[in-house]
C-alpha cells in the first residue's frame, strides 16, 4: 500500500466501549498528527508526534490517549467516549521539522 | 493563535467558468501555506504548497499566490470541471513547525 493508511475507515462505539484507531504511513516521514474533523468547524491538531516522540498535546481530553510505536505507525486509543467525539478523524504524516503533509483517509467515529 | 478565514464558504459556477478561492490569515510568521481538496466524507488531498519565500505556486489547471504581508492567499482554478468539485481548505504553517492551522473551506460545486 501507498500513502496513508487509517483502519478502520467507520466506527460505532457506546460511550463505555473502548476501542483504537490505527493509522500506518508509507512514504518514510518521521512526523505523524491526529487531527478532528467536526462539522462546520475547522480541523483541530489534536496531537504531533516527531521521531517517536510527542511533541504536541493541544489539550486534549485524557479520554484520547495516543500512541506510536514506531515512526510508521500511530494508534489513538479511545474510551468512554461522549456524543460530541462523534466526528471524522484523519492521520496526517510529514517530515519531521514542518513541510507537506500527507492525510489519510479518515475514520467516521460515532458514538452512542 | 492563528486565525485562518476562507471566504466565501460555498460557490457555485458552471462549468467551464475561471474562479478565486480566497484565504486570509491573521499571523503572517509563517512557514509555509497549503491548499487541499477534500471530497466528501474522505481524507485531504494536498494541491499546492507555498514556502513563506515564494509567491506562488501552479500545478495544471491551478495557481496558487501568496502575500505574506498582507496574510492572504488565493488558488486561482482555471476552466472549472464538474470534477473539481469538492471543499478546498487552506492551512497555514506556523514558523514553530508541526502546527497547521486550518480554515473551514469553500464547498464549490460545478455545475455541467
Known amino acids: 500500500e501507498t500513502g496513508v493508511t487509517q483502519t478502520p475507515r467507520h466506527l460505532v462505539m457506546g460511550m463505555t466501549n473502548k476501542k483504537s484507531l490505527k493509522c500506518e504511513q508509507h512514504?518514510?516521514?518521521?512526523?505523524m498528527y491526529w487531527y478532528k474533523q467536526s462539522a462546520k468547524k475547522p480541523l483541530e491538531l489534536m496531537f504531533v508526534?516527531?521521531?517517536?516522540?510527542?511533541?504536541e498535546n493541544n489539550s486534549v481530553p485524557s479520554r484520547f490517549s495516543p500512541e506510536c510505536p514506531n515512526s510508521s505507525h500511530l494508534f489513538l486509543h479511545l474510551h468512554t467516549l461522549q456524543p460530541e467525539d462523534s466526528a471524522l478523524y484523519l492521520c496526517?504524516?510529514?517530515?519531521?521539522?514542518?513541510?507537506?503533509?500527507?492525510f489519510g483517509p479518515g475514520t467516521r467515529l460515532t458514538v452512542t | 493563535k492563528q486565525e485562518v478565514t476562507q471566504i466565501p464558504a460555498a460557490l457555485s459556477v458552471p462549468e467551464g467558468e475561471n474562479l478565486v478561492l480566497n484565504c486570509s490569515f491573521t499571523?503572517?510568521?509563517?512557514?509555509?501555506l497549503q491548499w487541499f481538496r477534500q471530497d466528501p466524507g474522505k481524507g485531504l488531498t494536498s494541491l499546492l504548497l507555498?514556502?513563506?519565500?515564494?509567491r506562488e505556486q501552479t500545478s495544471g489547471r491551478l495557481n496558487a499566490s501568496l502575500d505574506k504581508s498582507s496574510g492572504r492567499s488565493t488558488l486561482y482554478i482555471a476552466a472549472s470541471q464538474p470534477g473539481d468539485s469538492a471543499t478546498y481548505l487552506c492551512?497555514?504553517?506556523?514558523?514553530?513547525?508541526?502546527?497547521?492551522?486550518f480554515g473551514t473551506g469553500t464547498r464549490l460545486t460545478v455545475i455541467p
Open positions: 496526517a504524516s510529514s517530515q519531521a521539522g514542518g513541510g507537506e503533509q500527507y
Open positions: 512514504l518514510g516521514h518521521n512526523a
Open positions: 508526534y516527531s521521531l517517536e516522540e510527542r511533541v
Open positions: 499571523d503572517s510568521a509563517i512557514y509555509n
Open positions: 507555498i514556502q513563506s519565500s515564494q
Open positions: 492551512a497555514v504553517e506556523g514558523t514553530g513547525a508541526n502546527n497547521l492551522f
